[in-house]
């Protein structure tokens, strides 16, 4: 147990240190401890999106994939990598806590990070270039399998580190202390503004090294850069606070749910003091939160009806003893699956998200490129995003929240759910705005006679910005807030599936790219010219952005119908 002089006291939301004493304030968390953490997830994220960026054209230029299995090999490999962070905050909350698990999972995504490095540096690992521009032979299994080996391995290593370092950065400030709660309110901008820094040099530095000097180069710079970032946060292990695992957080509601279903002819008590519920001390030694029985979803409070006692039995007389859960768990249980519908409502934004890594690059390779002798890589245009959100996140965060909050009198400002909303509907306008463009560019190409021959356009690739940077705008409004939004609603005990739940909906929405994009691929081929081909000067990606905007707007609808339900069941502040 840590010493310290006689004004210093103990956090009182439970942290610990690596062997389970509670910790001093002075001593561990807080911004001190942050930077560590902070200075990891900068390089990690220079790592990620160094390979994330621009591969998409290395699966086509130097694998000679087509576009649709390309986009398609893109998002379901960013699909899983958003996925397995599910898996992640379950061994972290259940078993290895939140720093074992992120530890481990960084060394499998060093590994991933090697092997990747490997396959782009030594030629037998990639397949000869193409004979004239005519003739691509195609990659060999070997080859494949060592490269997507790699790229696999990453999405295993992803879902320990993902779901788990930010809910360690967020856990170094103590919601029961004023001062570090208020903190910890600004803790998530900042946090992604450290992000996309980390992506803003990939974006550039790394994608333009790759395209313009060689893979090896632009592979190897970010798996150094990862390296370091773990030496980083391994320093930083002295300063860090900890929260104590809870047990499987699926599991607790699984039972929950099952013990329900088990006494579902059981009667409930008039009176909820009467359900099971173990002494406040119990959940105080453990540093954890005991929480009352609430009336929503009823039906879930049966897990917690008591057994009869006495002679007359009585229905629940003889059951398993599983069957008996506390009122805790069962309002555990009732949060995360309130979430779940909001949650269904993020996959579709997500899904447009995808689109600014795989398709609007490909439309930049359509396009002049050059600034007088200086070459610019189609996926430098995602710096733009990058850009876009990082100055949106600062006056965000130093103009707007403040200005609002005056009026609001939330310390947010707005609540995280309109802040959502504020960033599907900016999302809808920049499928409107990217639908106009590519049809003026597709103009452009029947005026000129490109059509056929799928040559590049005397178009300036600059002609993409306005799409680029107002899908940078409306991520600082969608991606910070559901991020927060997640964590902010999930019960204490399980905040790393909270975070995992918000990653979740962007793997999902990875996924339905590759499967809306195929079938539409299919459909209109089927009944003429399909609208995404290998030759985008021959496609219709204008009807295809079109359709996207639309879908994104039934969902709006969606999301705004549960959201206005959801607020008055949650925090005011949400």
Known sequence: MENGGAGDEYTRDGSVDLRGNPVLRSKRGGWRACSFIVVYELFERMAYYGIASNLVIYLTEKLHQGTVEAANNVTNWSGTVFITPLIGAIVADAYLGRYWTFVAGSAVYLMGMLLLTLAVSVPALKPPPCDGGAVCPRASALQLGVYFGGLYIIALGHGGTKPNISTIGADQFD?????????????????????????????????????????????????????????????????????????????????????????????????????????LEHYTSRRGFRMDATSSMAFLNKAAVKPATGD????????????????????ETKQIVKLVPLLATMVVPCTLVAQAGTLFVKQGVTLDRHIGKFHVPPASLGAFVTASMLVCIVLYDRFLVP??????????????????????????????????????????????????????????IFILLPQFVLMGVA??????????????QAPESMKSLGTAMSLTAYGAGNLLSSAILTLVERVTGEKGTPWVTNNLNASRLDYYYAFLGTLGAVNLLAFVVLSCKANSEADPMA
Not at 435 to 459: C, D, F, K, N
Not at 475 to 488: K, N, R, S
């Open 403 to 460: 200005a609002v909050r005056r009026r609001t009198k939330n310390p947010r400002g707005i609540t995280l759910l309109q802040r959502i909303s504020a960033g599907m509907l900016l999302q809808i306008v920049t499928m409107v705005v990217t639908s106009v463009i590519e049809s003026q560019r597709l103009g452009y190409a029947r005026r000129h006679g490109l059509v056929a021959t799928g040559g590049q356009l005397p178009l300036t």
């Open 312 to 331: 007359g039995g009585g229905s629940t007389a003889g059951l398993p003893r599983w069957t008996l859960c506390t009122v805790t768990q069962v309002e």
């Open 175 to 279: 919601d029961f202390h004023p001062p570090e709660k208020l903190h910890k309110l600004s803790f998530f901008n900042w946090w992604m503004f450290t992000i996309f820094l980390g992506i803003l040099f990939s974006t550039t530095v790394l994608v333009y090294l790759q395209d313009n000097v060689s893979w090896t180069v632009g592979y190897g710079i970010p798996t150094l850069g990862l390296m370091i970032s773990v030496a980083v946060f391994l320093a930083g292990t002295p300063l860090y606070r900890h929260k104590v695992p809870q047990g499987s957080p699926l599991a607790t509601m699984g039972r929950v749910v099952a013990a329900a279903v088990w006494k579902w002819r059981v009667p409930l008590p008039a009176d909820s003091k009467e359900l099971h519920e173990l002494e």
């Open 475 to 488: 991520d600082a409004f969608l991606v910070v807030g559901q991020i927060e939004f997640f964590y902010d």
